[in-house]
C-alpha cells in the first residue's frame, strides 16, 4: 500500500506519560493493520496544569523534570522536522517505561543518539528557548479537544480525542476493534465521554 493511499492520525504525547505510551504502541500496531499513518506532536502535562493549585504536592514537584524530554522533542522537530518525532520518541519511552532510566542528561543523549540525532540537544531539556514552539504544537492539540483533557491526543479527519486510555496495548485483532470503536463513537456529533475507574497501572509491553 503506497504511503499516499494512507489516512493521516495526528497524535499528540507528552514522553513523560506511561499512559500515551502504551496508546502509542498501539496506534503503530493498528497501522500494521488498517491505511493510516501516525503523525507525531509534542505536548505538555506540565503546561497543561499550569496554575492549578489543586495538584498534588508530589505531582507538583515533578511538573520541571517532566518538561526536560517535551522540550527536546520540540528542539528536535525544530532541527529536523517532525519526521524524527516518532523515533525519538520510541528511544524516549524505551528508557522512560521499560527500563526506568533517570531522567538526567546521559539518558536524554542515549535517546537522542540512538533516534539517530545530535546528541547535544540533551542541552534543550534546561531552556526555554523553543517553548513558543512548544506552547504552539500544546495549544493545536488541546484547541481540538479542550483543556479537561490530558495525553494523548488524537485527530483524524473531523474526529479528535482523548485517549483511549489501556493497559496493556491491545494487539493484533483486538487493536483494530478498539480503532474501530474508538473512531465509530469521536465521529458521533454530541459524544463527550465514555469512562470508568483504573483498575490496574500502566504495563509496558
Known amino acids: ?21 502504551l496508546t502509542s504502541r498501539w496506534i503503530l500496531e493498528v ?10 506532536h509534542v505536548m505538555s502535562l506540565t503546561m497543561l496544569n499550569e496554575g492549578r493549585a489543586d495538584l498534588p504536592e508530589q505531582q507538583r514537584k515533578g511538573q520541571a523534570m517532566r518538561l526536560e524530554a517535551v ?19 520510541t528511544e524516549f519511552g524505551i528508557r522512560f517505561h521499560h527500563e526506568e532510566a533517570p531522567r ?10 540512538a533516534a539517530g540525532l545530535d546528541s ?7 531552556s526555554d528557548e523553543f517553548d513558543d514552539a512548544l506552547r504552539a504544537s500544546h495549544k493545536d492539540g488541546i484547541d481540538r479537544v479542550g483543556t479537561e483533557v490530558g495525553t494523548p491526543i488524537i485527530a ?3 474526529a479528535a480525542f482523548f485517549g483511549p486510555v ?40
Open 1 to 21: 500500500m503506497s504511503q499516499d493511499a494512507r489516512i493521516p492520525v495526528d497524535f499528540w504525547f507528552d514522553p513523560a506519560c506511561p499512559w500515551a505510551w
Open 31 to 40: 497501522a500494521k493493520l488498517r491505511p493510516v499513518e501516525p503523525r507525531w
Open 71 to 89: 522540550r527536546i522533542c520540540i528542539a528536535a522537530e525544530q532541527k529536523y522536522g517532525p519526521r524524527v518525532l516518532g523515533g525519538l520518541y
Open 104 to 113: 538526567e542528561r546521559s539518558t536524554y543523549e542515549a535517546a537522542l543518539v
Open 120 to 126: 547535544a540537544l540533551a542541552g534543550a531539556a534546561w
Open 156 to 158: 483524524v479527519g473531523n
Open 166 to 205: 489501556v493497559s496493556p496495548t491491545p494487539r493484533g485483532e483486538a487493536a483494530v476493534r478498539l480503532w474501530d470503536g474508538v473512531l465509530a463513537v469521536a465521529g458521533i456529533d454530541g459524544f463527550f465521554e465514555l469512562k470508568r475507574s483504573r483498575t490496574r497501572p500502566p504495563i509496558p509491553t
